[in-house]
């Protein structure tokens, strides 16, 4: 199966569960598919925002991202301008990561093409599935900026393109695998 790896010594269901922060991405949101262009923008963001930073940082930032970032809305981020990089660079709601913030709008502007070019992101995604990481970061880091390893792997897992996000004796996984997520699926 495409992006099956050896187990993470640390898993996130060990310790997410009943934590305020953690518990419910972990239990609602990671591994489970996706297929709203918002949400997948949103994700994707957050993956950029969280690299060489804890999930807990990006978790407790995330409202503040969604304000700021008028719930990445593609259309709208896409269109920021240099008022509004001035405005998240001074926002203390969010990651005020000049290289992280760029490349969330320039991502932005690149996923118009995409849905120009291939209906939706998530027509995009699932077009070029099924891949093995390595294939997945190359084409992720060809058509989009601040892309790396880990960013393409979490994000992937986190739709439900990866498998790796729960392990099977989690509530969650049963959860997860009835809505026969892609990477089961082999879609």
């Keep these: 199966m495409p992006g099956e ?6 898993w996130y269901c060990d310790v997410a569960p009943g934590h305020p922060w953690h518990g419910p991405y972990h239990d609602r949101e990671y591994g489970f598919p996706v297929a709203d262009d918002r949400v997948l923008f949103e994700r994707l963001s957050l993956e ?9 940082t990006v978790l407790k930032k995330r409202q503040g991202l969604n304000a700021a ?8 981020v896409a269109a920021f301008g240099e008022t509004d990089r001035l405005r998240l660079l001074a926002d203390a709601a969010i990651i005020r990561n000049r290289l992280k913030i760029d490349a969330v709008i320039a991502n932005a502007r690149v996923l118009l093409g995409i ?3 291939s209906g939706s992101f998530d027509a995009w995604i699932a077009a070029h599935h099924p891949r093995e990481l390595p294939e997945w970061v190359r084409l992720f880091k060809s058509r989009f900026r601040f892309m790396g ?7 992937l897992m986190s739709i439900g393109y ?3 996000a729960h392990r099977p004796d989690c509530p969650v996984y049963s959860d ?12």
């Excluded at 790896?5 to 640390?10: D, G, H, I, M, T």
């Design 48 to 56: 950029i925002f969280q690299a060489g930073l804890s999930w807990l």
């Design 149 to 155: 390893g880990e960013i393409v792997n979490e994000f």
């Design 162 to 164: 990866l498998p790796g």
């Design 5 to 10: 790896e050896s187990p993470p010594a640390n």
């Design 176 to 187: 997860i695998s009835s809505r026969c997520p892609p990477w089961m699926a082999g879609r």
């Design 115 to 117: 849905r120009r070019d």
């Design 69 to 76: 970032f008028r719930d990445f809305d593609i259309d709208t």
